[in-house]
């Protein structure tokens, strides 16, 4: 009898720290001045990198950079500290460090001194580029909304061949981030960086529509580095090099309108130096709706049940809608007035979702997988112009929320 509640007892702890494993995780603590939180996603026995947002981010269990930690398999760190303190990058970095290894010990995760970092920021949040760099063998990508973070001639081979991602705003103001393109975008791209640029038209010093751009960039950048065959558990990956050879390339020519040109490396016909590049066909087609300028078509989109609705079009406003699992999601292309339309096909970067042959151009999404998808509107007139709406972030959880 001794024996069999030994056992049930035993049984009961494990079912306990089972049932701790699947539910989500937000430990915390102070390194000097700076306030490390760590989420980790329940369910992941092995995680395999970190999400790292330095200054200006809140951590959020519930919003889109858990959705995209959760796909990845990745934990998110978020570090805070008074932008007021000198040497801001170096203290984060102390505090990244060793907050990690304390939630190693605490977490029943040891791995997490051995995983690779993906970074994003806006404007101070730009100093996540910093932070991480100072080991850029251990860093997978940085993105970032700002213009001056990084400079190629000041950053190791090592550091400026880490593949970077920037959104800018186009209109001028006392930030003064448009001359980046010209003193670091572009000596970059001539140096055969993989970095990659996307202008938004009507924002300036903003956030705007970042994360649409960003979220996909991270998820294929993750994909095309972390070996497949790497075991977290035995140390430090050896992160896979970027060819730019394998990447897509965006004409920064031709986004005056609202079908920007992109292609393939291979098939690429301008000037490869000036062009911005992408580490898939995924994140070059979410660009050109990036670039698409003064579109007449916008992009509306909302759950079938009601759980969800995309906001109204505001080019200064994040464009995120947070979606249920297994819930349909109605797409809606709303064409201006005096715009001719012969169909609209719904795009999920590249992957054609469907298509709507007469107005009210709606098409019903089902079955959208777990994660991030960058979605938008694509136009064809009667004479077989093509044109795209800017795109929107979809996320769909792994789990319903009412």
Known sequence: MQRLATAAGLCLVASALAAEAEQDAILGTKVGTVDVQLFIPG???????????????????????????????FAHAALNINLKETNRPVKLRKGLD???????????????????????????????????????ERTLTTCVSCGWIADPAKLSPEAAAVPHAFTLGAIPDAFKMLPGIEERFLPARKDGRPWGLAVQWECAHDWGNSAAF????????????????????????????????????GDRASVEGNFATVASWADYKGDKALATWFPNRYVAFVWRAMMSK??????????????????GYNPKSDRTVMANPGVDL???????????VKSVAFYDGDRLLGEAAQAPWQFAWKGAAQGP??????????????????????????????
């Open 43 to 73: 369910g992941v026995k092995v995680l395999r990198g970190i999400l790292v947002h330095a200054a200006h981010y809140k951590m959020n269990p519930k919003d889109r950079w858990a959705e995209v930690c959760r796909t990845l398999g």
């Open 98 to 136: 060793e907050g990690l290894k304390e939630f190693a010990e605490k977490s029943g995760h040891p791995e997490l001194v051995n995983l690779p970092f993906a970074g994003v920021g806006h404007s101070a949040g730009g100093m996540v580029s910093a932070v991480m760099l100072k080991t850029p």
């Open 214 to 249: 960003f979220a996909p960039w991270i998820v294929a950048v993750c994909e095309m580095r972390l070996p497949k065959d790497w075991a977290p558990l035995a140390g430090p990956p050896k992160l896979l090099d970027v060819k730019q050879e394998s990447g897509w390339l």
């Open 294 to 311: 003064d579109s007449p078509v916008t992009l509306d989109l909302a759950a079938a049940d009601g759980s969800a609705k995309l906001a």
């Open 330 to 340: 109605v797409l809606t292309a709303a064409v201006k007035e005096g715009l001719g």
């Open 373 to 402: 998808h960058a979605v938008f509107a694509q136009w064809t007139t009667p004479d077989g112009k093509q044109g795209v709406a800017n795109p929107a972030l979809v996320v769909v959880r792994a789990r319903a929320e009412k």
